[in-house]
Structure formats: C-alpha cells, structure tokens
C-alpha cells in the first residue's frame, strides 16, 4: 500500500517545513488549506526574521507574523511611523533598523513610550539622524536590551553614553563603530568610572571602538579595570592606542579576541607587553601595524602560542620572523600575511612544515613566492581558503613551466581538497534529451550508486581582485575544476547529464577523456571564474557558490 504525503500528520509536515528557507516556507503554506495549518505551526518559523518594507497600512501583517511566532523584524525601508511595528509586535525580540536614514529622534520617541521588556536586540547602524535624546529613551524603556549597535551614529556623544550605562546594565554587546565624537570620558562612563552617575555596563562581553579616533590609552585603562567579562574587544583604526595602553589589557584573562588593525602608533613592545601578561587570546589582528615586525612574532611564540587566528597583513615581518614563531603555533588554524612583501618561499616551507593544523591562509600580494613555496603550501592537510591575489609568476617559471607543466603542477595537487562531505545541489541539464517541453530545461541531481553516498565539500580558493591575476594563472584554474569534476564523475559513476564529457577543451585545449557511458549529443556552455568553458554544462551554483 502505497502512503501519499497528504496523509502525513501535521507535526511531521511543521517538521519538513522547518528546513526550507523562508520563501519556500510561505511557498509551501499556499498549496491547501493543511499544507497551510501545518506551514503556520510556530516551530517551523523558529528564528526567522521578518524582513519588512514599511509603506502602506496593512492589517493582516503583524497578526499574521505573530500568529507564526516571528519576533525578529528587520525594516528595509521606513516610510510609516515605527510605532506602526512596536504597537503590532507586542512580544518582539529584535528590531533591526540599520540604514534607515530617514529615522530621527522624534520617530523613535513615539514609538518608545512604554517598557518593552522582550526586546534583546536592536541594531540603530547608519541611523545618522539619531542623537543622545534617542539613547536617553532607549535607556529607559529598554531595560532587558542585551545588544546595541550603534555603528555610524556619528551623532552620539559621551553624554549617550552615560544614559546607556544608567540604564542598560544587562547590555552585552555594544558596537560604537566611527562615533567620531567619543572620547576616554565616555569610555570611563561604560567601565563604571563614574559611579555617583551611572553603575556601567559591566555584564559586557563585545565592544566594538574601531575608528574611534578620540580615544587614547586611558580608554583601555578604564576597560581593563570595569570591563573585566570582556572576550572581544576591536580597536582597529584608533589612532590615539599606542604601546602603553596595551599593557592595561595584557591582564583581562577573559579576553579572547583583540583587533588592532591599523593602528599606527602599535609597535613590536605593545605586542611585547600583551604576551607577558596572563592574556589567553585565540584571535589576534596586527595587520597595517607599520612597526610590527620580526620581534612581535618571538614574543607572541612565546606568550601568545594559543592564538587560533593572527592577521599581519602588510606587517615589516620576513622568513625569519616565521621561523621563530611556527615553531610553537601548532594549534593556528588561520594566518594572514597578505602583502608581505618580504616574505619567499622559505617562509612558505616553514609555514608548511610546522602549522598541519592551518585551515586557511591569505597571501595576497606576497610578490616574492614562487611554485615552489606554493607546491609545499597546497599540500597542508586541512588547507581550505588561499588567497594568491596580485600574485605575478616570474619570467624564470614562465620559461621554465610555462606550457602543461608550469602552474598546474602546484594546483593539480587541489585536487585532493574535495573529499565528499557536502549533499550535491541539483543543476540544471541542458540539451538533453530528457528537456521539458514547457520551459526547454528539467532539474536532474547527481546521484550515488546504490549503497554509496557522495558527497562534496567546496573548495574556497579566493581571488580579491581576478582581473588582476595573470591569464595563464585563469587558464590553470580552468583545467583544474574541469579535472576535478571528469575525476568526480569516473570515480562516482554518477550519471552524467552531459552529452560529450569525453572531449571537453577549455579554450580549445583538451582537458582529458572520460568515458562517461553517455552517447555523444550536443554541448552545453557555461563560465568558470565568469570565462567561457565549452564542452559540458558546468553546474556552477553547485561547485563555486562561494567565489
């Protein structure tokens, strides 16, 4: 007897419905009257977020989003007061009003009139109209907000800053990002310098000051002693931190992740002095730190060696630099070192030898490296992400590997990044016989042989600029995802949507052949890295979702 999914209980259907994305969940809810029942179940929307327009009256909208138990909302355009959504959403837990540059302090205050004690979330980012008038209201009716974004604002002053610490002292993440007109004053208000006025915002775990350019090293002399739970603290681009203030941090034993991108005044003895406090850091960001160098990198091996990330894009470090830290950085997952211009394929090696763990790795603009150091960086195990932008092959390598042997030699050994742990996405077949009379294209899924499940992990191989990065270095690219997926399909024996496998050219060189079982028929056409590959429909959305 066979079952139909109509006689599927309603809870089974809200469990289904749970994993579409939000537009096939509303999709779903208008194929019958118990597809519908089932699609407006609250389980099934748990943790979306309602991404609205605000434009005309509509009544059936906020009954129809409670109904689902939807209370995240995220305005898209505001052209209605927004007590229009705190009056329909009685129980809201986020509100994220990010870009809405027509918002001002009058707006908000007619919507905050009353104590909304569900809202944990609320993001005013690039609001640019709001001041200290609005932080004064949301401080006093937002009692239970645990997280703030402020970036953009550049309107608030220390005085917001004093209402935030009177009146949200369970704030646990608060980003100030370019709010040009804070200083030490308003920092100190946060940390609880100023009791007699305000208690602070102890409970905070993320504080995000990049581009604060008025703070200086009494700033993170009033975090170290207030903020003691903080785990991240980014102040890149604050001009004013320099070595001193880091030896106040060097003693938050909660901190976990510190950004100090960019600024300018960090110098090998500010990192000197973070690695000889009790600082237990996984991620830490140096890059355009012009007076990092090779020094910071003995003393982060020494004091800093259970970093996971560490970022020294266009920092003075060299080989030798690598050499007196990889030695005891064996736990790094990520390393950054674009742009340093001084490291070779020394560096690469050592990188190579010692960090197995490394997962991904930025060497963009690192001008110096050649084959050779890449050959021994591709073979990292766990080696996921590399990033090889602005990088030029010399005139040596292109006499020397300049045909079939040249670059391929180092990315053929890509090829064994694609172990099978992600399901395939379906494609779409073209030319086939099998094509849908109504639209000229049917939907086909690689599939498994029987007892056998295939499965595919991306390979994130990032270009920051590719029309910068040379046509021969494309032209090796090319090959080796047409490779990757003929090696896919003989090692799989997946069915093959394809017509000519066996005489793919890339721009009219052959790849290889593989017989494939499928009787020759017409060719599909479609682009690698946006260049023309011809000879088989390359599933594109399915291999490279992410470049």
Known sequence: METHISCLFPELLAMIFGYLDVRDKGRAAQVCTAWRDAAYHKSVWRGVEAKLHLRRANPSLFPSLQARGIRRVQILSLRRSLSYVIQGMANIESLNLSGCYNLTDNGLGHA???????????????????????????????KGLEVLELGGCSNITNTGLLLIAWGLQRLKSLNLRSCRHLSDVGIGHLAGMTRSAAEGCLGLEQLTLQDCQKLTDLSLKHISRGLTGLRLLNLSFCGGISDAGLLHLSHMGSLRSLNLRSCDNISDTGIMHLAMGSLRLSGLDVSFCDKVGDQSLAYIAQGLDGLKSLSL??????????????RQMHGLRTLNIGQCVRITDKGLELIAEHLSQLTGIDLYGCTRITKRGLERITQLPCLKVLNLG???????????????TGWWSCLSHLERWVPWTKP???FRARGSRHESRSNGTRRGTLTSPPNKTIQVEFLHLLFVHPGKCTYFLQRRLKFFIVSSLLHFVERTDAPCPVRALSSVRVDGVPVTRAGCGCSPRTHGVSTVFGFPVSGF???????IPDI
């Open 424 to 426: 395939l996405l379906p």
């Open 537 to 543: 429909v390359f599933p594109q959305s399915w291999w």
């Open 112 to 142: 905050f009139v009353q104590e909304i004690g569900s809202l944990r979330a609320l993001n005013l980012s690039l609001c640019k109209q709001i001041t200290d008038s609005s932080l004064g209201r949301i401080a006093q009716y937002l």
């Open 313 to 326: 894009c266009s920092c003075h470090i060299s080989d030798d630099g690598i050499n007196r830290m990889v």
């Open 390 to 404: 602005l990088w030029q092959m010399t005139d040596s390598e292109k006499v020397r590997g300049g045909s079939d």
